[in-house]
C-alpha cells in the first residue's frame, strides 16, 4: 500500500526512544498486513531523540515507502512526542501503538471496511498477549461476545473501562473529534492521551471490538523492573498502575478540567475503584 496517498483512512502513529528492537518486529508486522489493504494507510513514527538504532532502521522501511519518520532533535517526553506524532497525522482516523506492540494478523483488513462504514468516532480495539491465544482478549474478560456500539460514558458505566486507554493501542479515534492533546501535553504525565479521549469522547459513538487488534509482548522480569525504576524516578507511578491517572484526577478536583464522566465510574481493567 502506498503510504503517500493524500487522503489516508488511518495513520498509525507510533512514539518511540531507544526501541529499535521492538519497533523492527512492530513495523515487520504492519509491512506485511498492510500489502493486502485496498485502501490507504499512513504509518508515522515520532522517535524522541533515540540513541540506538532507531534512526537506521526507521530510515530503511522510509526507503522502503512504508512509513514516515519524524525525529525530535531533543528528548521531548512522552505526551509532546505523542501530541507531535498526532499533529502530523493526515489521516481521518488515528491509531496510537505502541513500539513494542504488533498488528494482530488479518485486523487491518477488517478494520477499513469498519471506518469507513460505521458512524463511530471511537473504536475500541482489544489486545492480547503473545503468549495467549488471540481470542483470548479483553472482550472475553469483559464478555462481551459481539461489537457493541455505546457512548464512551455508557461503557464506563457498564464495564469499568477507563483504565483500559492507559494502553494507547486500545484507541482508534477520529482525528477531527479530538482536540487538546498539545495543551495537555505541557502537564508531562505520559498520560495525555487517556484523559484527552475520555473528555472527547464521552458523549461520542464509540465501537467496541471483540477482534485482536493487536499483540503486545510479555515483559521479563528485568524489563518490568527497569520499567517500573524509570517511571518512578520522573516521579510518574507510585505503587500501582493506576496510580498514573492521579495527576488527571487531582486536576480534576482542583477546577482545571472537567471531569467526563461521574467520578464512581473510574475504575480499572479488573473492576477496581478508583481510590478516591
Known amino acids: 500500500m502506498d503510504v503517500s496517498q493524500s487522503t489516508p483512512l488511518l495513520t ?8 529499535a528492537e521492538k519497533l523492527t518486529r512492530l513495523l515487520d508486522s504492519l509491512s506485511a498486513e498492510s500489502k493486502s489493504l ?39 517526553g512522552f505526551d509532546r ?5 498526532i499533529g502530523c497525522a493526515r489521516g481521518e482516523f488515528v491509531w496510537l501503538m505502541g513500539d513494542d506492540d504488533r498488528v494482530a494478523p488479518g485486523f487491518l483488513s477488517k478494520l477499513g471496511p469498519i471506518l469507513r462504514n460505521e458512524a463511530v468516532d471511537l473504536v475500541i480495539a482489544c489486545d492480547v498477549r503473545e503468549d495467549r491465544p488471540l ?12 461489537p457493541v456500539h455505546a457512548p464512551l460514558k455508557e461503557f464506563l458505566v457498564r464495564y469499568g473501562l477507563f483504565g483500559i486507554l492507559l494502553c494507547m493501542g486500545h484507541a482508534i479515534f477520529r482525528r477531527a473529534a479530538a482536540e487538546g492533546f498539545e495543551r495537555i501535553a505541557l502537564l508531562h504525565t505520559t498520560c495525555a ?13 464509540t465501537l467496541f471490538l471483540t477482534d485482536s487488534a493487536f499483540i503486545t509482548p510479555v515483559m521479563t522480569r528485568a524489563e518490568r523492573t527497569l520499567y517500573w525504576r524509570r517511571q518512578v524516578a520522573q516521579g ?15 486536576l480534576v478536583d482542583a477546577g482545571v478540567f472537567v471531569s467526563p464522566v461521574p467520578r464512581n465510574v ?9 481510590p478516591l
Open 12 to 19: 498509525i502513529a507510533i512514539p518511540t526512544l531507544n526501541r
Open 38 to 76: 485496498s485502501w490507504p494507510i499512513e504509518i508515522i513514527v515520532s522517535d524522541n531523540a533515540s540513541t540506538d538504532d532507531t534512526r537506521r532502521i526507521a530510515n530503511g522501511y522510509v526507503s522502503s515507502g512504508l512509513i514516515h519518520y519524524r525525529r525530535n532533535t531533543t528528548n521531548i
Open 81 to 85: 512526542n505523542l501530541a507531535a506524532a
Open 135 to 146: 481470542e483470548n482478549n479483553l472482550a472475553q474478560f469483559f464478555g462481551v461476545t459481539e
Open 193 to 205: 492521551h487517556v484523559f484527552v479521549l475520555a473528555r472527547c469522547f464521552a458523549e461520542r459513538p
Open 236 to 250: 510518574l507511578y507510585d505503587e500501582a498502575w493506576f496510580n498514573c491517572l492521579r495527576p488527571f484526577m487531582e
Open 266 to 274: 473510574f475504575r480499572m481493567n479488573y473492576h477496581q475503584n478508583w
